[in-house]
């Protein structure tokens, strides 16, 4: 008898793919880094102090400041989606109105571009250009008066914007209707984000503004912490009994020396994809060792310290230009380097300098130095990144960088 096969499973089979069933990740969506957990683990004590200072935008309409430090993956950005989203929430339940904005200052870093995010949370389709960030301000007032609206403004890595663009917007934010007469019940609150301390970053203007008790600094999470984080998203993306207590204590280990909870999740997610590759009924230790392998098996802070501004300037150029590439030739690594110089105020070294830098990276293992094969003109030299997730690269760079 003649079997039918679907179309899907025919172009399948032709391909040579072979499409496993998931037996051990149930729910990828809960691995994703914009995924925030009903409950953050270890962070009650953050959460609180957050609560604490906001509590009164509502209870007697003023406006707050606040701010989130902490190095990378000690769930800056995590808790204060989950304060707005659960803050919104109380404040409902009080009759009260509380909308929030979150703004990524790496891709948003001049006033107005953050102002227009903000603007078009409440008028969709704002117009990007003709009026300045006073008349913005003056609009977003209107909106927050109209609507008896408590705004919580999240500026997530606002160290980027205030390198770029100076600290005026803070400073505007911060003084927001400060001598407002009226008794509308509105308030704006900032709650600013950044690796680096803010008091390297605000000027004493800024910085005064932001009393000393409202400056809230993450911790790195100790093993334990990383072990029961690393737990609670086994049991929300994994099917049950694929994840031992022994898997989840060797992943608690290797990232505790970063203290990094993306580190724990993103080894967690590279296990089990092995794992289920591997056709297996739970995650072995050797998918944890691969996983390892694979993240980070050549970049380690100190190493990346050591190479000095420039260096770092060199890679943290290459590694954004390739985030989404196998390859790249030597003369875009150098656009990318020079752009990455400006960003940083630094003057970008002359052609032959900047040849021996790549020369010492690849020394170093930390890229891969080549000629183009076939089909490429000429003898063009390229880079390759081997095996670093270049979103990994570049965030351990930049908080080896910001600490200088
Ligand atoms: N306390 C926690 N409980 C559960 N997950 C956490 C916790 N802290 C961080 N995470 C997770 O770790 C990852 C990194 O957190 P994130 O907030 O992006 O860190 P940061 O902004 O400090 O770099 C995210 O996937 C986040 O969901
Ligand atoms: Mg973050």
């Not at 609560?51 to 000690?74: C, H, M, P, W, Y």
């Not at 979150?102 to 001049?110: A, D, G, M």
């Not at 408590?150 to 917007?169: A, T, Y």
Request: hydrophobic share 40%.
């Amino acid at each position: 008898m003649k079997t039918i096969m679907r179309p899907f499973e025919l172009i399948v089979r032709m391909a040579g793919f072979e499409d496993k069933p998931q037996r051990i990740i149930s729910d990828f969506s809960k691995l994703d880094f914009d995924y925030v957990p009903e409950k953050l683990v270890h962070r009650d004590g953050p959460m609180q102090q957050l609560f604490s200072i906001l509590k009164s935008s509502i209870e007697d309409s003023t406006n707050q400041r606040v701010a989130v430090t902490g190095s990378v993956g000690t769930g800056k950005s995590s808790l204060s989606k989950r304060f707005c989203l659960d803050f919104r929430e109380w404040a409902s339940g009080k009759g009260q109105r509380v909308e929030f904005v979150i703004v990524n200052c790496r891709s948003r870093n001049t006033p107005s571009s953050v102002l227009l995010k903000i603007l078009e949370k409440f008028q969709p389709g704002f117009p990007d250009r003709g009026f300045s960030t006073t008349e913005m301000l003056e609009i977003l007032r209107k909106h927050l008066t109209k609507g008896n609206v408590h705004l919580l403004i999240v500026l997530d890595e606002v160290n980027v914007m205030v390198k770029k663009s100076g600290s005026d917007l803070l400073y505007c934010l911060s003084r927001f209707d400060d001598e407002r007469v009226t008794d509308s019940k509105h308030s704006l609150s900032l709650i600013m984000i950044s690796q680096q301390p803010v008091n390297e970053f605000l000027d004493a203007a800024t910085l005064s503004t932001l009393k000393r008790t409202n400056q809230i600094v993450l911790d790195k999470y100790s093993r334990p912490e990383l072990g029961d984080i690393t737990r609670q998203r086994a049991e929300l993306a994994f099917h049950p009994g694929t994840v031992d207590d022994e898997i989840i204590e060797f992943i608690a280990d290797i990232s505790s020396e970063f203290g990094d909870a993306r580190f724990a999740i993103e080894l967690l997610e590279n296990a089990g994809r092995m794992a289920n590759d591997e056709g297996q009924e739970s995650v072995n230790p050797e998918n944890v060792r691969a996983a390892k392998a694979m993240t980070y098996s050549v970049v380690t802070e100190s190493k990346l310290a050591s190479l000095g501004l420039q260096k770092q300037l060199v890679l943290l150029g290459i590694s954004r230009m390739m985030r989404k590439r196998a390859f790249a030739t030597t003369g875009e690594a150098e656009k990318s380097y020079a752009v990455a110089c400006e960003e940083f105020d630094q003057k970008a070294r002359g052609h032959t300098q900047f040849w021996e830098y790549l020369r010492t990276l690849g020394d170093m293992g930390l890229i891969g130095l080549g000629t183009s094969g076939k089909g490429m003109v000429g003898k063009t030299s390229i880079i390759t990144l081997p095996d670093i997730p270049c979103r990994v690269l570049e965030d351990k760079l930049l908080q080896v960088m910001v600490k200088e």
